[in-house]
Structure formats: C-alpha cells, structure tokens
C-alpha cells in the first residue's frame, strides 16, 4: 500500500492579507475628513461633557488658565525685570498656543485607545479619531484666546497686517497636529510605555521653550531656540498676534516638519493600519 500527500490543500489556504496597503490608508484619510459634520459635533460635546453641570462650563478652561497666566506673568516680569506691557501678552499668548501644542501631543498617546469600544463595534475611518481629537483642543485654543482680548484690551497690543499671518499660520499648525496625532497614537498604543516617554518630554519641552523666558536673553546659547521645534511652532501663532511677522526660519520648519513629518505617517499608517484594532 502506497500512501501519497496531497498539496493542494496547502495551496488552497487563504493568503495572508497585504502588509502594505498605501489605497487603504488614503480612503481612511480622505473619509476620515469627509466625516466633518460628525468629529465637529463630538469634538464639541467632549469639550461641554467635560464641565458637565458646572455653572461656568467650558469657560472653566479660560479661568484656570487666566489665573495661571496673571500669576506667573507678574511673577516673572518682576524676576526678569521686563516691563510688564510687553511681557504679559507674551506671556499670555506663550501658554495659549502651548496648551494647545502640548495638550494635542499628549492626547495622542490615548487617542485610540480611548476609542476601544467604537473602534471594535463601529466602521469608523481610524482617522476619524485623530480628526475628532485635534478639534477638541482647537476649541479650547478658541476659549483661551479670550484671555489675550483681555490682556490687549487692558495693555497696548500692536494690531497690523502682520496679524492676518495667524490665519494660514494656524492651518499650518493643524496640519501638524494631525500628523503628530496619527503618528503619536500609532505608536502609543502599540507601546504602552511610550505616554510616559512623551509626558516627560513635554515636560523638559515647557522648560527650553520661549514660554515664560524671552529668546533675547540667550546670547550664546540662542541655538538652544533654533533647533527647537516647539519653538517654531509656538511663535508662529504667537507673533502675528503681537503684531510682528514670523520669521522666515518659524515658516520653513513648521512647513518641512508638515511635509516631512506627513510623509513618515502617512507610510507607517500604510502599514500598520489594520493592526491597530488588534492593540487596543
């Protein structure tokens, strides 16, 4: 008797699906942003879900933050012997757009993983989240933008032509933040260890940053603030709205960070993409 081994069925299993997937991504992109109306609305109500039953609401956001900004601006201007007319709205302005870069790259780390229960149960683009995410934190920046009306109205804030530059320097900003939530999310939720990485490094971030401490004071160490990104971005926003133009090196490397740091996510999401509903 002869036994003979049938290979067919060893042909006949199913492939494994394709590791690359460049279309797919494309589409959770692009359905992702056509999906406005909805991460608009969530956006909204996570904001107001927040400060659910509080007499102030959302404007707890502006109080705490005004609070902050008033202490330590005056604190600071004393210490540093800056006149308290220049260095308030710059004060100001600096914890505002930090709020927003910081809050952004923090909330990344979670973005997915605190959507677990719809990402397993809805069909929803992966993007959909990082879209929903980032609006959240705009709407906050909106809120705390009341706190330099303020500080303009009381202190004398130059107004120009150069403040219209806020306008594509904010577009610039999201587009940022969009890939830095995707790429941040990705990441975090494969590696659970990676938030706390991030947290401390917002945290020395804050430090070398132009926050509470103007560039001018370095001398030279003024490469510190050259090579530093969170920087670039934070004075984007913020010197349009001093009335002075950003410079020309805040625009190149808040462009090639866009472009660049675009490109890198948009090939790990490719990729990785259907897995991530198996780490969550």
């Known amino acids: 008797m002869s036994i003979t081994f049938d290979n067919a069925d060893h042909s006949a299993a199913p492939a494994r699906p394709p590791a690359w997937r460049p279309a797919s991504a494309a589409r959770d992109i692009a359905r992702g942003a056509a999906l406005w109306r909805t991460w608009l609305a969530l956006g909204w109500h996570d904001v107001r879900q927040r400060y659910k039953r509080s007499v102030l609401g959302p404007l707890w956001i502006t109080l705490s933050m005004g609070i902050t900004v008033a202490a330590l601006g005056l604190l600071y201007a004393r210490l540093f012997a800056q006149p308290i007319d220049a260095y308030l709205p710059f004060v100001a302005l600096g914890f505002i757009v930090w709020a927003l870069v910081s809050g ?19 069909a929803l683009p992966l993007s959909f989240y990082v879209y929903r995410m980032v609006w959240r934190h705009f709407i906050v920046f909106a809120h705390n933008l009341l706190i330099f009306v303020v500080v303009a109205f009381v202190l004398p804030v130059q107004i120009n032509g150069a403040t219209l530059l806020v306008l594509p320097a904010l577009l610039l900003l999201a587009a940022n933040a969009l890939w830095v939530g995707l790429m941040v999310g990705m990441v975090c939720t494969r590696y659970r260890d990676v938030p706390q990485i991030v947290t401390s490094v917002v945290q020395v971030a804050f430090f070398l940053t132009p926050i509470v401490w103007q560039p001018g004071q370095l001398v030279r160490e003024s490469w510190v603030v050259d090579i530093n990104p969170f920087f670039h971005l934070v004075e984007l926003v913020r010197a349009p709205l001093l009335g002075a133009a950003p410079s020309a090196m805040n625009w190149s490397v808040a462009a090639l960070m866009a472009v660049a740091g675009s490109a890198c996510t948009f090939l790990l999401f490719a990729r990785y993409r259907y897995r991530i509903v198996y780490w969550v």
């Open 104 to 122: 952004v790259l923090l909330d990344a780390c979670a973005v997915f993983v605190a959507a677990e229960g719809y990402i397993r149960q809805i």
